[in-house]
């Protein structure tokens, strides 16, 4: 009774809320998650699912049980299916050649060598995970090296989500990019993958492209993304020195048309799975065909990222009289933005971890991300307190390190009167009324404006 049977390997922040949003627009196709991860697989099937992701739990809901489907069983969902998204993780390296900055592919070989191993009949295998350009040509040699006559066809279709607004971003996609080879075959199996999304997106977002160029457009956009933080966060430290304010600069050049008024707001540093992960791949990848300078362009970026962290961290031990010894610090939020459990390469872990050398004693609150952040940190002296205002009660300073929307609304009254004086406010993101806060009592430091101080 389905047209089309789909399975995703991965049933991650991708793959999960991915495969749910096909499946709610397309209820004549069969849609099968496979995980090896048992406890997510389970929580999949439960209404508190493994990841927190606004609006999601209602697209899984309208799915789940009719198309949608949710299992341990890869090998099964392999042979079952016709067309097979792969999303597993493709972390930096950690050991041997290119360690800290290739991608490490050995998830992904290992998905399809089970793939082939599993098929009999010919599969269009679609990479979604964020893979170095030219890994579709690799698997392709994988899969169809058996030579028994089933044939395989590998897609480019990475994903442009981002979390927090994953529900929105795959409902309403700015654009979805299929790249395929250009053979009557990939050109056949490009079409049907322009088919799952034509079920809902509109044709002119739909783009195509060699597989190349699918490939690379993934890193190269989350690569622009980044740098745009980086250069409005290397502004901020200019404006900290003179008498600009960031968010007039960042406001004044975003109303140029040409260059637009998004990722223009400075922070304490841009965290995610995604954007350092990205761009050490982009950086492998120009040193590998000898592009120096284009390499050293984008580690660029990064580096300025690492500089925006350990600035703050420097500018709070500044302000409080050098030395933090045994002062109790509140970090307000720990994943790596709103809206989302995740705390993958958040700043928040690295200003954690440097007030702890320092010798303060760090509290951390966050409305989703406690958990993550005891992972994150576990062993470490830290306390944990899910109410922001215990975890402020007895502090010397609040640093606020996530744009949660609930941290502008607190009591900051109440705050203020329960911490230790003179009460220091570290505005990592920029979201708070800072002149408020200082007539309230509070010393307050954004980014990239002059501090309002009491002394
Ligand atoms: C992943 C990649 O990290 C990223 O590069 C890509 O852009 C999208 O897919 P994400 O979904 O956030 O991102 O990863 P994660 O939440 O870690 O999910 C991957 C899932 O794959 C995990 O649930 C893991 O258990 C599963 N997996 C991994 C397998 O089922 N089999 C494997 O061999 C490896
Ligand atoms: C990103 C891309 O946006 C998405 O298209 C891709 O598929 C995956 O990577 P994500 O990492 O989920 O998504 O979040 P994003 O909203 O891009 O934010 C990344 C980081 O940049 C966060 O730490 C965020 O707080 C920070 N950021 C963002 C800023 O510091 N300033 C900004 O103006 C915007």
């Known amino acids: 009774m389905f047209t089309k049977r789909i399975a995703c390997i991965g049933a991650g922040y991708v793959g999960g809320p991915t495969m749910a949003m096909i499946a709610m627009k397309c209820p004549q196709y069969k849609v099968i998650v496979a995980d090896?991860?048992?406890?997510?697989?389970?929580?999949?099937?439960?209404?508190?699912?493994?990841?927190?992701?606004?609006?999601?739990?209602?697209?899984?809901?309208?799915?789940?049980?009719?198309?949608?489907?949710?299992?341990t069983d890869i090998?099964?969902?392999?042979?079952?299916?016709?067309?097979?998204?792969?999303?597993?993780?493709?972390?930096?390296?950690?050991?041997?050649?290119?360690?800290?900055?290739?991608?490490?592919?050995?998830?992904?070989?290992?998905?399809?060598?089970?793939?082939?191993?599993e098929s009999t009949s010919p599969k269009i295998v679609i990479e979604k995970s964020t893979l170095p350009v030219k890994t579709a040509q690799t698997?392709?040699?994988?899969?169809?090296?058996?030579?028994?006559?089933?044939?395989?066809?590998?897609?480019?279709?990475?994903?442009f989500l981002a979390e927090g607004t994953a529900v929105k971003d795959l409902l309403e996609p700015d654009r979805v990019l299929i790249g395929s080879r250009e053979t009557p075959e990939g050109l056949k199996a490009r079409q049907e993958i322009v088919d799952i999304y034509a079920n809902w997106v509109p044709a002119e977002r739909i783009v195509t492209s060699n597989v190349w160029s699918a490939e690379l457009s993934k890193l190269v956009a989350n690569a622009f993304l980044a740098q745009r933080i980086s250069s409005i966060n290397s502004i901020s430290a200019l404006?900290?020195?003179?008498?600009?304010?960031?968010?007039?600069?960042?406001?004044?050049?975003?109303?140029?048309?040409?260059?637009?008024?998004?990722?223009?707001?400075?922070?304490?540093?841009?965290?995610?799975?995604?954007?350092?992960?990205?761009?050490?791949?982009?950086?492998?990848?120009?040193?590998?065909?000898?592009?120096?300078e284009v390499a050293r362009y984008w580690e660029s970026v990064i580096t300025m990222n690492e500089y925006q962290e350990q600035r703050f961290v420097r500018a709070m031990i500044r302000a409080m009289f050098n030395t933090i010894v045994d002062k109790r610090i509140a970090l307000f939020g720990f994943s790596f933005k709103a809206d989302t459990s995740d705390t993958r390469e958040s700043p928040a872990i690295f200003v954690a971890r440097k007030l702890m050398e320092e010798r303060a004693r760090v509290v951390i609150t966050d409305p989703k991300a406690i958990e993550n952040a005891r992972h994150d940190l576990e062993g470490a002296p830290v306390e944990y307190a899910e109410d922001p205002y215990q975890a402020a009660r007895g502090a010397h300073a609040v640093a606020i390190m996530t744009e949660w929307e609930e941290y502008r609304t607190l009591d900051w009254g109440k705050i203020y009167g329960s911490m230790e004086k003179p009460a220091f406010l570290f505005d990592g993101r920029n979201i708070l009324d800072h002149k408020g806060l200082y007539e309230l009592g509070f010393n307050v430091y954004p980014l990239g404006s002059p501090a309002y101080r009491h002394f």
Request: with cysteine; net charge negative.
């Open 36 to 71: 090896l991860n048992k406890a997510r697989i389970d929580a999949w099937q439960t209404d508190s699912l493994p990841i927190y992701e606004p609006g999601l739990l209602d697209v899984v809901q309208a799915a789940r049980g009719r198309n949608l489907f949710f299992t």
């Open 75 to 117: 090998a099964g969902a392999i042979r079952e299916a016709e067309i097979i998204f792969v999303s597993v993780n493709t972390p930096t390296k950690t050991f041997g050649e290119g360690a800290g900055r290739a991608a490490d592919l050995q998830y992904w070989e290992k998905v399809a060598r089970e793939i082939l191993r």
């Open 139 to 159: 698997m392709e040699t994988i899969l169809n090296a058996k030579g028994d006559g089933v044939h395989f066809e590998v897609i480019s279709n990475p994903e």
């Open 239 to 292: 404006c900290e020195k003179t008498e600009a304010n960031v968010r007039e600069v960042a406001h004044a050049v975003g109303m140029d048309s040409r260059v637009g008024s998004r990722f223009l707001n400075a922070s304490v540093g841009f965290g995610g799975s995604c954007f350092k992960k990205d761009i050490l791949n982009l950086v492998y990848i120009c040193e590998s065909y000898g592009l120096h």
